[in-house]
């Protein structure tokens, strides 16, 4: 168990590697390979679980090693109750996708090869506690996900993963600048040559300096997220990519933006975040209305869930920057609960998809007659999405209502809204699909879910019951490193705003230099 983070972390890239030797003709085997190999790093991840201390606020399940000693860089990796539940819901998620790609017929080897590539990088973001670490990890998701949106997507494929590429290319961009400025202002404070998040914590930089520092990291998290206005890539890549990078985009992908406003962007620059509040709290309410407001107007069902995306995780995002405990464990709660609830309306689309070969709303009418099993699924789903309660989506919007409340009651107002409107165009769409007249005679043949479409479907189901009903058995591990977490960045704050100096950004990264060179 001492090195459990990195059998979990490289038991895919281990399997991808294996792909690539195996015959590109032996189709049936390449799939229940990837599978098996994902249900085994599924199965490592799960001790996790009933291992972590939820008393213990710090890190667990550290693994230290030097790497490139001459820049200080460390193989540094752990977890705590920010991280637990993104990792565990990659592994899951990952099973779930592999299982939902067994239809798949187009360059298996290669499609295989790169989930399970995604899946590596992924995990490898969420355990990085070195900021080196974390940014190959970071740029290692993108390929992946790039090739299995240009290659396996829909008619406007490259134009989406393109488009993905460069937006997240900007942000990876201007971070790795702000990663190198920290490194340098480091060392002209004195200090070792490190990435270590933990040390890197403990510099207190001016407020004018945190600005435009974090602003830096705020852009690359922000589109990842995606923030509106920067969100424009997501309904693309949504619609265009293949049903499994549909949900692995929206269950994990968009929410290393959400986590790395938590790990690294607000407590390295607390003050910044203060005067960055009212801004990202405007910008959080503006995707919420604005992404239901456009997902209203769809015609296409993918393209309707994409947008909601875009409105839900301004939820996260509100409730992350509400700063108090009911907030953040909220915006926590609810990246854990969009992910199996969006993903799995994700997969329900391309259950749909895969029989008509269309998305388009006005192409169906009174499915519920012809496939209840599925209709009553998708009314789960539907349900979680607009959280009733009951349902997971419930708990992670009440408290992130109640973190709002009682940070902006303006903000907790428009937000109200936001939950009015999503339950307007869900519930719009789910009538336009599945009641009515059975008329269209394409759809009067139509088959209910299958066995695999159960296998896949079923556990997220449960999931949504499990979440709604019995919440604290997920909240019990977040709360104890939220609240250290608050502690710790209003205690920055505070030493930071008490700095004599205001040094400019370039005379600290010029001293760094000096030192650097010496």
């Given at each position: 168990?001492?090195?459990?983070?990195?059998?979990?972390?490289?038991?895919?890239?281990?399997?991808?590697?294996?792909?690539?030797?195996?015959?590109?003709?032996?189709?049936?085997?390449?799939?229940?390979?990837?599978?098996?190999?994902?249900?085994?790093?599924?199965?490592?991840?799960?001790?996790?679980?009933?291992?972590?201390?939820?008393?213990?606020?710090?890190?667990?399940?550290?693994?230290?090693?030097?790497?490139?000693?001459?820049?200080?860089?460390?193989?540094?990796?752990?977890?705590?109750?920010?991280?637990?539940?993104?990792?565990?819901?990659?592994?899951?998620?990952?099973?779930?996708?592999?299982?939902?790609?067994?239809?798949?017929?187009?360059?298996?080897?290669?499609?295989?090869?790169?989930?399970?590539?995604?899946?590596?990088?992924?995990?490898?973001?969420?355990?990085?506690?070195?900021?080196?670490?974390?940014?190959?990890?970071?740029?290692?998701?993108?390929?992946?996900?790039?090739?299995?949106?240009?290659?396996?997507?829909?008619?406007?494929?490259?134009?989406?993963?393109?488009?993905?590429?460069?937006?997240?290319?900007?942000?990876?961009?201007?971070?790795?600048?702000?990663?190198?400025?920290?490194?340098?202002?480091?060392?002209?404070?004195?200090?070792?040559?490190?990435?270590?998040?933990?040390?890197?914590?403990?510099?207190?930089?001016?407020?004018?300096?945190?600005?435009?520092?974090?602003?830096?990291?705020?852009?690359?998290?922000?589109?990842?997220?995606?923030?509106?206005?920067?969100?424009?890539?997501?309904?693309?890549?949504?619609?265009?990519?293949?049903?499994?990078?549909?949900?692995?985009?929206?269950?994990?992908?968009?929410?290393?933006?959400?986590?790395?406003?938590?790990?690294?962007?607000?407590?390295?620059?607390?003050?910044?975040?203060?005067?960055?509040?009212?801004?990202?709290?405007?910008?959080?309410?503006?995707?919420?209305?604005?992404?239901?407001?456009?997902?209203?107007?769809?015609?296409?069902?993918?393209?309707?869930?994409?947008?909601?995306?875009?409105?839900?995780?301004?939820?996260?995002?509100?409730?992350?920057?509400?700063?108090?405990?009911?907030?953040?464990?909220?915006?926590?709660?609810?990246?854990?609960?969009?992910?199996?609830?969006?993903?799995?309306?994700?997969?329900?689309?391309?259950?749909?998809?895969?029989?008509?070969?269309?998305?388009?709303?006005?192409d169906f009418g009174g499915l519920a007659k012809q496939m209840p099993f599925y209709a009553a699924i998708f009314m789960i789903m539907t349900m979680s999405s607009i959280g009733l309660p009951?349902?997971?989506?419930?708990?992670?919007?009440?408290?992130?209502?109640?973190?709002?409340?009682?940070?902006?009651?303006?903000?907790?107002?428009?937000?109200?809204?936001?939950?009015?409107?999503?339950?307007?165009?869900?519930?719009?769409?789910?009538?336009?699909?599945?009641?009515?007249?059975?008329?269209?005679?394409?759809?009067?043949?139509?088959?209910?879910?299958?066995?695999?479409?159960?296998?896949?479907?079923?556990?997220?189901?449960?999931?949504?019951?499990?979440?709604?009903?019995?919440?604290?058995?997920?909240?019990?591990?977040?709360?104890?490193?939220?609240?250290?977490?608050?502690?710790?960045?209003?205690?920055?704050?505070?030493?930071?705003?008490?700095?004599?100096?205001?040094?400019?950004?370039?005379?600290?990264?010029?001293?760094?230099?000096?030192?650097?060179?010496?």
């Amino acid at each position: 168990m001492d090195h459990i983070l990195s059998v979990i972390t490289f038991i895919p890239l281990v399997g991808a590697l294996i792909i690539l030797l195996m015959d590109k003709r032996a189709a049936g085997l390449i799939k229940g390979f990837a599978l098996t190999v994902s249900l085994i790093n599924f199965a490592v991840s799960l001790p996790l679980w009933w291992r972590f201390d939820s008393a213990n606020p710090g890190m667990q399940f550290v693994e230290n090693a030097p790497w490139i000693q001459s820049l200080g860089v460390n193989y540094f990796i752990g977890i705590d109750g920010i991280s637990l539940f993104l990792v565990l819901l990659t592994t899951f998620l990952t099973v779930i996708c592999l299982m939902s790609s067994w239809t798949i017929e187009k360059r298996i080897k290669e499609y295989m090869f790169f989930f399970l590539m995604l899946e590596t990088g992924m995990i490898g973001a969420l355990v990085s506690l070195d900021l080196f670490l974390f940014y190959i990890f970071w740029e290692a998701m993108l390929i992946p996900m790039y090739f299995l949106i240009g290659v396996w997507g829909g008619k406007e494929r490259i134009y989406a993963a393109v488009k993905f590429f460069i937006f997240t290319m900007v942000g990876s961009l201007l971070m790795l600048v702000a990663i190198l400025a920290l490194y340098f202002m480091n060392i002209g404070a004195g200090n070792e040559a490190t990435f270590s998040i933990i040390e890197l914590y403990k510099l207190n930089l001016a407020p004018n300096v945190q600005f435009w520092l974090f602003a830096a990291f705020c852009l690359a998290f922000a589109i990842k997220v995606p923030m509106w206005p920067v969100h424009t890539w997501l309904p693309d890549a949504h619609t265009q990519a293949p049903t499994a990078g549909s949900v692995i985009l929206a269950g994990v992908l968009l929410k290393m933006g959400t986590y790395g406003f938590l790990r690294f962007a607000m407590p390295l620059f607390p003050n910044a975040v203060e005067q960055f509040t009212p801004f990202m709290m405007t910008l959080a309410i503006i995707g919420i209305i604005y992404g239901a407001l456009v997902a209203m107007v769809q015609d296409d069902i993918k393209k309707l869930v994409a947008y909601s995306s875009v409105s839900h995780l301004g939820y996260v995002m509100l409730g992350i920057f509400a700063l108090n405990q009911q907030g953040v464990v909220g915006g926590l709660y609810q990246s854990l609960n969009h992910g199996i609830s969006t993903g799995a309306l994700f997969l329900l689309v391309g259950v749909i998809y895969e029989r008509r070969h269309t998305r388009m709303i006005k192409d169906f009418g009174g499915l519920a007659k012809q496939m209840p099993f599925y209709a009553a699924i998708f009314m789960i789903m539907t349900m979680s999405s607009i959280g009733l309660p009951g349902l997971n989506g419930f708990v992670g919007e009440f408290l992130i209502m109640l973190g709002t409340f009682l940070s902006s009651k303006i903000a907790a107002v428009f937000a109200a809204f936001g939950v009015i409107l999503a339950a307007a165009y869900m519930l719009w769409m789910y009538r336009r699909v599945f009641f009515g007249p059975l008329d269209n005679e394409e759809n009067q043949n139509l088959k209910d879910l299958n066995a695999l479409e159960w296998g896949y479907l079923l556990p997220m189901v449960i999931l949504v019951f499990w979440m709604g009903i019995y919440p604290g058995s997920f909240l019990g591990k977040m709360e104890t490193t939220v609240e250290s977490w608050l502690g710790q960045v209003s205690d920055k704050r505070i030493a930071c705003a008490q700095l004599t100096e205001k040094p400019t950004l370039a005379s600290l990264i010029a001293d760094g230099l000096d030192n650097y060179s010496r």
